[in-house]
């Protein structure tokens, strides 16, 4: 009897793990998509911000306009973002490139479980060994104090300005990504308009929070500063935001207004996600496989 009952706890095991299995034998190149596409994002923000704020830096010298500053580093994350979102990774991918971006859409039944957990490893192992490429490509840049491995810190008005401020700009692009990834007409432009909120958020919110959005993006610098006592803000609030702005749009419109976890959808790449769009479904994806 007891033989028997240990057989039956261990078959729910053995199914996790042959799902597990079976996902990352099918989907593992958009994981590595999903890693590489924010280590990419990473080295670039650690580049952008040795550029427009290490004292040596000629920009940095030239520019003593901080507000300024922030418009350029906007611009360039902003333009880095768009990049992402529309390059052949990000076309596959999907382009979340964040762990509370890919929690949303498993909120919203666009993602199986099991594309979930890995996308959220692949970004947060990605995150990390991008801003350790960017610590020896740098060297003593991104290190300076003023750097700081791009991390993501409160601002002079406190941690809890911090937080909410993050939950209302992760609130504000998950509103946008959803309201136009969803719809066909528009669909296109997604990454036009992440990148444009991006850009807005990094010149006018991040002397509030840092400007994460992202609990991936954060524990990369964090990691590689060391910085520890804000890190929760920027694990609880970004999921917080997303999620939020995932149920107005589940009561205002519903469920079957969400098409695709794919901020770009309209392109020849395949997608592994639980689609809404017609030409998906499971034969397709076997085609474009």
């Not at 911090?162 to 719809?183: D, H, Q, R, W």
């Not at 528009?186 to 400007?211: D, H, K, Q, Y």
Request: proline share 6%; hydrophobic share 55%.
């Amino acid at each position: 009897m007891m033989v028997l009952e240990a057989r039956a706890a261990a078959v729910p095991e053995r199914r996790s793990e042959g799902v597990l299995a079976a996902a990352l034998r099918a989907h593992w190149p958009e994981y590595a998509m999903e890693g590489a596409l924010l280590g990419i994002f990473m080295l670039a923000a650690c580049g952008f911000a040795s550029l427009l704020e290490h004292p040596a830096s000629p920009v940095r010298q030239a520019l003593a306009d901080g507000f300024l500053r922030r418009g350029l580093m906007g611009l360039a994350m902003g333009m880095t973002a768009v990049a992402i979102i529309y390059s052949p990774w990000g076309k596959r991918s999907g382009a979340h490139v964040n762990p509370a971006t890919t929690l949303t859409f498993l909120r919203l039944k666009r993602v199986a479980p099991a594309d979930a957990l890995f996308y959220a490893i692949a970004q947060c192992a990605g995150a990390v060994l991008g801003v350790a490429l960017a610590s020896v490509v740098l060297s003593d840049a991104v290190r300076h104090p003023s750097v700081r491995f791009a991390a993501t810190l409160p601002g002079e008005r406190g941690a809890g300005v911090a937080f909410f401020s993050e939950i209302l700009i992760t609130f504000l692009l998950m509103t946008v990504v959803l309201t136009v990834s969803s719809a066909p007409r528009w669909n296109r432009f997604t990454g036009l308009a992440a990148g444009i909120c991006v850009a807005l958020f990094i010149t006018f919110e991040a002397p509030l929070s840092g400007m994460s959005m992202n609990p991936a993006r954060s524990l990369g610098s964090a990691v590689a500063a060391m910085t520890w006592a804000s890190l929760w803000i920027y694990f609880v609030a970004p999921p917080v935001g997303m999620l939020l702005a995932a149920e107005v749009r589940l009561r205002w419109r519903g469920l079957h207004s969400i098409l695709c976890a794919k901020l770009h959808h309209e392109n020849h790449e395949r997608c592994i996600f639980r689609c809404g769009y017609p030409q998906c479904g499971p034969a397709a994806e076997r085609s474009r496989a």
